[in-house]
């Protein structure tokens, strides 16, 4: 119920709780302060919604979000194109490529194995990462999804799934460090990511 | 820099960070979620934010939002006209409102005297309150302002500008209780709530 008969402020309200880690009371404030606002600035938001889905695409190649297809990164001549680095979303491209770590190339799973959400090997952009290995003569696979259950798991399927598919083609596979953060205290590193630390600690 | 020439989605992010609370990674994750969802939700974010400051004014008594001049609340015969409530914003109207404890009108001052922001009487809707305490017949001003130094200050400068303006009117001025918040701790509650709260303590 609404006393005051404010309507189209919650209608937005309710639109804006569905964001993710926006709950009812942040959707509220967030509205009235796009009320307080000028609303120009609501129009420009608008507009740029408006616009979102029709400029931005996902790259026939590599899956990731882009505006011109394929996408900068893919198109780069000056990457390492025998590298290619697989990630679980669209946004973790954009995480890899600007701590400038990596000149390879991206593909995009488009989520994880996930038996209990119902999402299987199926769901993902899997066969096209096999045609890709291939196609691009790539050298080396790097796995860079979450360590976590969903993470690991796909991993493993990924691991067993191309070797038997690409039948003798000569590929690496590997996966990120996992281990305790940088500036990290011992004291809250769980059992699992100590057990990592110590199994893959390196020889200074 | 953008190397993959997302510019679209940058310009989403920058303007999704200008909200308050919401920082460069959250506005980040909010508009890659947005182009996850179906576009359907964008469109109808936009023509929501689009339709937002025609639908919603000021109430022209109040000066709190609504659909319809003056708002549902001013205009309800079921309330008490003789109580008039005091606030800074017009969502503090709601948050009021929604807890069921007053049944009187409100009042929205707009703001609190801030002379470090240079907010000053004469921003905030207090010659229009004068009018509105003699014009309705108020006989009880609450004042329901944030127990800061602002909330008070202004509070502090009501009751005097009030005294003074009035003239002799019969008006009689409270403000609401401060003192430890229920369900809270003795252990976290800071000097000056505590020194309150010893103040105003209630005989059983």
Same mark, same amino acid.
């Given at each position: 119920?609404?006393? *005051? ?6 209608? =937005?309200?309710? =639109? ?14 967030? %509205? ?6 000028? +609303?120009?600035y609501?129009?420009?938001?608008? %507009?740029?919604?408006?616009?979102l ?9 590599? &899956? ?6 394929? @996408?900068?990164? @893919? ?9 290619? @680095?697989?990630?679980?979303?669209? /946004?973790? !491209? ?8 990596? *000149?390879? $190339?991206?593909?995009? =799973?488009?989520? =994880?194995?996930?038996?209990?959400? &119902? ?15 291939c196609?691009?003569? !790539? ?7 979450? +360590? ?6 796909t &991993?493993?399927? $990924? /691991?067993?799934? $191309? ?9 690496e ?28 600690? !390196?020889?200074?």
């Amino acid at each position: 119920m609404n006393p *005051q008969g404010l309507n189209a402020l919650d209608r =937005l309200t309710a =639109l804006l709780s569905k964001l993710p880690g926006i709950g009812k009371k942040t959707a509220s404030r967030l %509205a009235y302060h796009i009320l307080d606002e000028d +609303p120009s600035y609501a129009r420009i938001l608008a %507009a740029e919604l408006t616009g979102l889905h029709e400029a931005v695409r996902r790259c026939s190649r590599c &899956g990731s979000y882009t505006e011109s297809d394929p @996408c900068p990164v @893919c198109s780069d001549p000056g990457r390492d194109h025998s590298l290619l @680095c697989v990630v679980e979303r669209a /946004q973790d !491209v954009r995480i890899i490529d600007e701590s400038r770590e990596y *000149q390879g $190339l991206f593909h995009v =799973l488009g989520g =994880l194995i996930a038996p209990l959400e &119902g999402i299987g090997p199926g769901d993902l952009s899997i066969n096209r990462l096999a045609e890709r290995i291939c196609e691009e003569g !790539v050298k080396e696979l790097i796995l860079a999804l979450n +360590p976590t259950i969903e993470g690991d798991t796909t &991993g493993l399927y $990924l /691991q067993r799934f $191309l070797k038997e598919k690409l039948n003798g083609f000569p590929l690496e596979i590997t996966r990120l460090a996992s281990g305790l953060p940088v500036g990290g205290d011992l004291e809250y590193a769980d059992r699992l990511t100590l057990s990592r630390s110590f199994r893959g600690r !390196v020889k200074l």
